[in-house]
C-alpha cells in the first residue's frame, strides 16, 4: 500500500505566503483609496469648472448690459479662459486635497482668483484689447466659486459614495467627542468609516460604539473590509517615537495618516476642531511617478547624446592612463530588492579587492574608516585619473545608463551593497521603495562627511518626504556640490 506523505508549509514558506498575501491586501485597499482620492477631486473640479463657467457668461453679459461692444466679445471671452486655466494651475497646488481647511481654501481660491484675474487684464491691456471685463469677473468668481463649492461639499458629504473613507485612531476615553467631530466635517472629504482602539468607553452611546472596528492590530482586517487607506491618529500623550512605532506597526499599508495634537488650540491647516499634520504617501501617485520618470529618460538622454564628447574624452584617458577595462560595473540592491550593474568610469587599479585587504591589514586606522563609512579618504586602490574622476564625481556619469534603463533614478538612495543592508536596520524597507539615485539627499547634505547613520537617516527622509519639487530641488543643489566639491574624495 503506498501512503503519501503529508507535506506541511515550512517557516520560510510560511512567511512568504503570509508576506504576499499581505501585500495583496495592501495593494487592494491602496487601490480603492485611489478610486475614492479620484472621484471625490474629480467632483469637486468639475464644480469649479461649473462655476467659472457661469462667472464667465456673467461677465460677458454684464459687460454687454453696461455697453460693452460685442466685438470685444472674443478677447474677454480668451481673457476669462487664460484666468480659468490660471485659476485652476494654482487650485492643484493644494485646492483639491482631501480635508482641506476651508478658511485656507477660501484664501487660497481668493488670491488665486485676484491673482489670475490682475495677470490676465494686464496681459490684455498690454495688447491693446479690453480689459474692462476681467474687472467683473474678479468679484463674481470671488462670490461664485467658493459659495458653489461650499453646497456642492454639503451636497456631496450626504452622499455615500462621495469622500475618502477614513478610520479614527488614539482617541481613548474621548472618543466620543472627537469621533462626532470628526463626521461633523465630511465636507472637507475625509469621511470617518469607524475606529480603533484596545476599548470603548462604558460611557460610550450606542452610535458612536457601533463604528468600533475592534483593537490596532485588525487594522488590517478592517481596512480591507471597508476599503480604508487614511488615519486620522490623535497623540494621545505619545511622542514622536510612538507615533513612529505606531505607523509602522499598525499603519504602514495605508496611504495617508493624519496625526492630530493632543491640544486643539493650535493652529489648524485640517480641519475647524482640530489641527493635524499630514503624512502623505507621494510614492503612491502615479501621476508624480510618471513626471519622475519622465525626467529621468529626457534629462539622462539629453545628457548622453549632447555629452558624449566628453565620455568619449574621459573614457580613453582611462584607458590609457591604467591597464583594464574603461567601465567597472558592481552589483547594487535596487528598487524591491532587485540587484542590477551600476555601471562607472573605472577609477581603481584592476586588483583593488587586494589592494585594500593589503592596507587595511597592515593599519588599524584605516580599518577603522573602512567599517565605520565603507570608503576611506586616501584610498589606495584609486588611480591617477579616478581621482579626478571622484573629485568631480565625473566617475559617476555611466550611470546615466542605468537611469535610462529604468535601474536608477536621477534622484534617490545612494545604491548600496549586500553587505551595507544589516547596518539600513528598519530604514531598509524605505530604501526598498524607490529606485536609488546618482545624486540624492545625502549627497548634498555633506556626503562623505557624514556619519553611516546619517546617511540612513537622510536616505529615509527622502523616501518619506519624497515629491517632484524636492527632487528638483536636490538637483539643483547637486550642481552648486559638485562645483564646489564638498564632501568629496
Known amino acids: 500500500m503506498n501512503h503519501t506523505a503529508l507535506q506541511f508549509p515550512t517557516r520560510s514558506q510560511a512567511s512568504v505566503n503570509t508576506r504576499t498575501r499581505r501585500r495583496a491586501q495592501t495593494v487592494e485597499i491602496r487601490r480603492q483609496y485611489a478610486a475614492q482620492v479620484f472621484i471625490t477631486v474629480l467632483t469637486v473640479v468639475a464644480v469649479d469648472v461649473l462655476s467659472i463657467t457661469l462667472a464667465a457668461v456673467a461677465t460677458l453679459i454684464g459687460y454687454a448690459v453696461f455697453g460693452g461692444s460685442l466685438a470685444d466679445c472674443p478677447a474677454a471671452i480668451a481673457c476669462v479662459a487664460f484666468a480659468s486655466a490660471v485659476i485652476l494651475l494654482f487650485q492643484c497646488v493644494g485646492l483639491y486635497k482631501p480635508g482641506i481647511h476651508p478658511v485656507y481654501e477660501i484664501r487660497q481660491l481668493l488670491f488665486s482668483i485676484t491673482g489670475a484675474s490682475l495677470l490676465a487684464g494686464t496681459h490684455q491691456y498690454v495688447a491693446g484689447n479690453a480689459w474692462q471685463p476681467m474687472l467683473a469677473f474678479m468679484p463674481i468668481?470671488?462670490?461664485l466659486v467658493p459659495v458653489t463649492r461650499f453646497l456642492a461639499r454639503s451636497f456631496l458629504a450626504r452622499q455615500s459614495?462621495?469622500?475618502?473613507r477614513c478610520f479614527v485612531f488614539g482617541a481613548n476615553r474621548r472618543i466620543e467627542s472627537l469621533y462626532k467631530q470628526h463626521t461633523q466635517n465630511v465636507a472637507s472629504g475625509l469621511k470617518p468609516t469607524g475606529f480603533l482602539q484596545e476599548s470603548v468607553p462604558s460611557s460610550c452611546s450606542q452610535e458612536v460604539s457601533h463604528s468600533f472596528e475592534g483593537r490596532p492590530q485588525y487594522t488590517l482586517q478592517a481596512a480591507k473590509r471597508h476599503g480604508v487607506a487614511c488615519a486620522l491618529l490623535h497623540r494621545a500623550g505619545r511622542n514622536d517615537h510612538d507615533i513612529h512605532h505606531f505607523i509602522e506597526k499598525h499603519l504602514r499599508e495605508f496611504a495617508r495618516v493624519i496625526v492630530l495634537p493632543d491640544d486643539p488650540r493650535l493652529p489648524s491647516l485640517w480641519s475647524l476642531r482640530g489641527a493635524g499634520q499630514s503624512i502623505e504617501d507621494n510614492l503612491l501617485k502615479s501621476s508624480a511617478q510618471l513626471v519622475k520618470r519622465s525626467l529621468d529618460v529626457t534629462i539622462s538622454l539629453a545628457t548622453l547624446v549632447l555629452g558624449s564628447p566628453v565620455f568619449a574624452a574621459l573614457a580613453l584617458w582611462v584607458?590609457?592612463?591604467?591597464?583594464?577595462?574603461?567601465?567597472?560595473?558592481?552589483?547594487?540592491?535596487?528598487?524591491?530588492g532587485r540587484r542590477f550593474k551600476a555601471w562607472k568610469f573605472r577609477s581603481m587599479v584592476t586588483n583593488a579587492d587586494q589592494v585594500l585587504q593589503a592596507h587595511l591589514d597592515e593599519s588599524p586606522e584605516l580599518r577603522a574608516e573602512w567599517e565605520a563609512t565603507f570608503k576611506l579618504q586616501n584610498d589606495p586602490r584609486i588611480t591617477s585619473a579616478g581621482r579626478f574622476l571622484r573629485k568631480t564625481s565625473l566617475d559617476e556619469l555611466p550611470q546615466l545608463w542605468n537611469v535610462l534603463v529604468g535601474d536608477m533614478s536621477l534622484v534617490g538612495p545612494r545604491p548600496i551593497v549586500e553587505d551595507e543592508i544589516e547596518r539600513y536596520k528598519d530604514s531598509y524597507r524605505s530604501y526598498l521603495r524607490v529606485l536609488p539615485g546618482i545624486t540624492g539627499f545625502w549627497q548634498v547634505s555633506g556626503r562623505n562627511l557624514t556619519t553611516y547613520e546619517r546617511r540612513v537617516e537622510l536616505d529615509e527622509f527622502y523616501v518619506r518626504n519624497w515629491s517632484v519639487w524636492f527632487d528638483v530641488y536636490i538637483l539643483c543643489r547637486t550642481v552648486k556640490t559638485v562645483l564646489l566639491r564638498e564632501g568629496a574624495f
Open 141 to 143: 468668481a470671488a462670490v
Open 161 to 164: 459614495w462621495w469622500g475618502v
Open 319 to 336: 584607458k590609457f592612463t591604467s591597464p583594464g577595462p574603461v567601465f567597472y560595473g558592481h552589483t547594487r540592491v535596487g528598487k524591491n
